[in-house]
């Protein structure tokens, strides 16, 4: 996409206050130099006309003087906001909600750090039909106004299964949210391409969320597409045990060979494990810090969520993990995360479909990934307490 300003502010109200943030900043700079510039062109015909050129040459440093204090003043004032505003990350997300995803996404529309330019929707965790309305639901409960579409319901080959043991049958275990805005027309895979197509040499980040269906299909039917891409973040794999089958995760094993292409496409991947996402285990205490803080209608949402899902054996039952949102706070903020450099591969066949080997030691080629292998818990569940409660504030 270009760097249009009119572009930019349709990207939701966010980008909007951005924009208004450039044109207030840009006004400051012209009215403040138009009526200094009067005022000393007054001035210096006075002090030449009664006191001659030598006031006037100090009149001038004087002038100078001020309009160096000024200027800086209005670069502190302004510089951070319009910092972060031109330091926006583009991003697509694509996603299939599911309880997590919720969390994941009201984390990413909370977050000045990312331009959300499009949130495409797969089937996952439910069938795409409820995975798409709970993301137009979410995203219209966030208030941004950030185009949602859907894309495949099944994988690239073999069936589909979902996962409603872990998210309820409606994907959100019956936490009831407004319906949200229509989709917005055609398929994912077109929408991923035509975000790309406009957008520079590897400036958007890919997050994957769910299968990885959608992204596979936009960068298989067009992969020169994939130059645009600046990195694809995947919450998938497992370095270890699977969630699904005792080898695979669920996002991986869904469509492993959707994930082969983004492994192979050439573009920075980086890893959102079951281990790392285990680390971002949301407990009792956790869960208590965020209601207690307060906040609009998607704390409450989150708050309701957590409420439900079910604390997960497999961690001990010490609480439930916040899968996906892993991968959006890579987007946000990195330095929550300590990261290696893996070699990643998925198996296709067998028993072992959809586990990912991941090499973090004696790596057998060139890097292709990286992993997210420790994670700032407290920072990450603070990061997200503040997201999420500053979000649809005064929306119900
Ligand atoms: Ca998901």
Redesign the pocket.
């Known amino acids: 996409m270009s760097n249009d300003l009119s572009l930019r502010a349709t990207a939701g109200p966010a980008a909007a206050a951005r924009t208004c943030s450039y044109i207030v900043l840009a006004a400051s700079y012209d009215i403040l130099l138009g009526y200094t510039g009067t005022v000393a062109g007054v001035l210096v015909a006075l002090l030449t006309r009664y006191n001659g050129p030598e006031a006037t040459l100090s009149f001038g440093v004087m002038v100078d003087i001020l309009l160096m204090v000024v200027i800086g003043g209005m670069g502190t004032l302004y510089g951070p906001a319009l910092g972060a505003a031109m330091s926006a990350r583009a991003v697509i997300i694509d996603?299939?909600p599911?309880t997590?995803?919720a969390v994941a996404l009201f984390l990413a529309l909370g977050s000045p750090e990312l331009d959300v330019r499009l949130v495409s929707v797969v089937g996952?965790?439910v069938g795409l039909a409820r995975t798409l309305a709970n993301a137009r639901a979410i995203v219209g409960l966030s208030g941004r106004r950030v185009p949602v579409v859907a894309g495949a319901e099944r994988p690239l080959l073999g069936g589909f299964t979902s996962a409603p043991h872990a998210h309820g049958d409606d994907g959100l275990f019956g936490v009831a949210l407004p319906e949200g805005p229509p989709a917005a027309p055609g398929v994912a895979a077109d929408a991923i391409r035509a975000v790309l197509r406009g957008a520079a040499p590897a400036s958007v980040t890919l997050i994957g969320?769910?299968p990885a269906t959608n992204l596979a299909l936009a960068l298989a039917t067009e992969p020169e597409l994939a130059g645009r891409v600046a990195e694809i973040v995947l919450?998938t794999g497992a370095v270890g045990e699977g969630n699904v089958t005792p080898a695979a995760e669920f996002?991986a094993w869904s469509d492993p060979e959707a994930l082969a292409v983004l492994l192979a496409c050439g573009r920075p991947v980086v890893l959102a494990t079951l281990e790392t996402t285990a680390q971002a285990l949301c407990t009792p205490a956790r869960k208590a810090a965020l209601r207690a803080r307060g906040g609009g209608a998607c704390a409450r949402a989150v708050c309701d969520i957590w409420d439900r899902v079910p604390v997960s054996a497999r961690l001990g039952g010490l609480g439930h993990p916040e899968?996906?949102a892993c991968a959006v706070a890579w987007a946000v903020a990195p330095h929550l995360f300590g990261v290696r450099k893996v070699c990643a591969s998925v198996e296709l066949a067998g028993a072992s479909r959809g586990r990912t080997n991941i090499f973090r030691h004696r790596l057998p080629g060139a890097a292709n990934a990286r992993l997210l292998e420790t994670l700032d818990a407290e920072g990450f569940f603070a990061l997200l307490g503040e997201r999420v409660a500053g979000l649809g504030n005064g929306m119900g």
């Open positions: 996603t299939d599911g997590d995803d996952g965790n969320i769910g919450m996002n899968h996906d």
